[in-house]
């Protein structure tokens, strides 16, 4: 215990002279016990606001009104029961994950889980997995990257929730090609048959883990072969959430990227 206080009296005069920098823009910063990141590029991490549907995250572009289900989710209603975001594929948040998921900058982790963590307390405070379960890469996506960006997210969640992770229950049977480009029923005909779950479940309860969320069909698919063999009840977790061009009512993103890129 006064270890512990002399240690943090010891830490805040050393930051004080020599403050730490923030893992996006590397500015010297006041770092809060929650993030690595200065106030600067938390406040560009933008988070998914009402109105948007709460199956999916999907945000709307109209102004005002209630959150309801899209019509994906009306039409095609996904396995899992709701989707968290840590926030909007655009601007901060998607520059720190092009760095985590392609850059090789996996000290992102624990900054990313922790905004995807406040996400989730203020979604559903209340609802606590048996089994956190990561979006797999296929074996040979994984040597070439040498991690899965999914799994590092998961970790961190399960660490600091203290809920347990499989890495190996979801597995990915089929090399994919990349999904950017193709249109939604290209996207499920690419990805059907591409997982498998490798033992049966008993009405657990699973978070599953993504990093980006675009269409949903990776996410869909996954949390169908979930619930096909035993989850009780599945929910979605991503880095962030991609929208949609609504105006042209296509399968396209604002950015044109990137999930299944995975
Ligand atoms: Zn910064
Ligand atoms: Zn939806």
């Excluded at 720190?96 to 990313?112: E, Q, Y």
Aim: net charge positive.
């Amino acid at each position: 215990m006064i270890w512990s206080g002399l240690y943090a009296e010891v830490k805040e005069c050393f930051d004080l002279f020599f403050p730490p920098l923030c893992l996006l823009c590397h500015a010297p910063h006041r770092a809060s016990p929650d993030s690595s990141f200065c106030p600067r590029c938390l406040s560009g991490c933008l988070p998914v606001t009402s109105p948007c549907c709460p199956r999916c995250a999907l945000p709307f572009a109209t102004i005002g009104g209630g959150d309801h289900v899209c019509g994906e989710c009306l039409l095609h209603p996904p396995d899992f029961a709701w989707t968290v975001a840590a926030g909007l594929y655009e601007e901060t948040l998607r520059h720190a994950i092009h760095r985590f998921k392609f850059d090789g900058s996996i000290a992102l982790d624990r900054p990313l889980a922790r905004l995807l963590e406040a996400a989730w307390q203020h979604t559903a405070p209340a609802w606590i997995p048996d089994l956190i379960v990561p979006v797999p890469l296929h074996p040979r996506r994984l040597c070439q990257r040498t991690y899965n960006q999914a799994l590092l997210i998961a970790r961190e969640l399960g660490r600091h929730r203290q809920i347990p992770v499989d890495p190996c229950l979801l597995v990915r049977n089929l090399p994919t090609v990349a999904q950017a480009g193709l249109t939604a029923r290209e996207r499920h005909r690419n990805l059907r048959g591409a997982f498998a779950l490798t033992r049966p479940l008993a009405g657990e309860k699973v978070l599953l883990i993504d990093d980006v969320m675009t269409t949903g069909t990776t996410a869909r698919i996954c949390a169908s072969v979930l619930s096909s063999n035993g989850a009780g009840e599945v929910a979605l977790a991503v880095l962030a959430r991609a929208r949609r061009n609504s105006m042209l009512g296509l399968e396209t993103t604002l950015r044109g990227e990137i999930e299944g890129i995975s």
